[in-house]
């Protein structure tokens, strides 16, 4: 028991390994915003799962900082997107970003 609680602690603080990019397979970029940051992982399918190939995080500027959810999460992934095609080398790549879709209550149907 002992022994396994080590292992597991000790992978705990190691950091992933991040694949090497395969140009001829097209990319991922998930990115999330949250508090006026942008946070990404670039990745490819690797066999049946999907390997990352590198990690993102920009601060956005403070005029996008003020911009409601919907917009601060697409000012997020085109901030990510512009730092992720350094590595792509505008390669084919999908970006996902998650957003929570907030309805007006006057609109609501």
């Known amino acids: 028991m002992e022994k396994a609680f080590r292992e597991l602690k000790k992978a705990l603080v190691q950091p992933p390994a991040l694949a090497l990019p395969d140009p001829r397979k097209p990319f991922t970029l998930y990115v999330h915003e949250r508090g006026g940051v942008a946070a990404g992982v670039l990745c490819q399918k690797a066999g049946p799962t999907w390997q990352p190939i590198g990690y993102y995080s920009k601060v956005l500027d403070p ?3 003020g911009w409601p959810a919907c917009l601060r999460a ?3 992934t085109a901030l990510l997107v512009q730092e992720a095609e350094k590595l792509t080398l505008v390669q084919t ?3 996902l970003c998650a957003t929570t879709i907030v309805v007006h209550p ?4």
């Open 74 to 76: 697409v000012a997020a």
């Open 63 to 65: 005029v996008a900082k």
């Open 106 to 109: 006057r609109t609501r149907t």
């Open 93 to 95: 790549m999908c970006a």
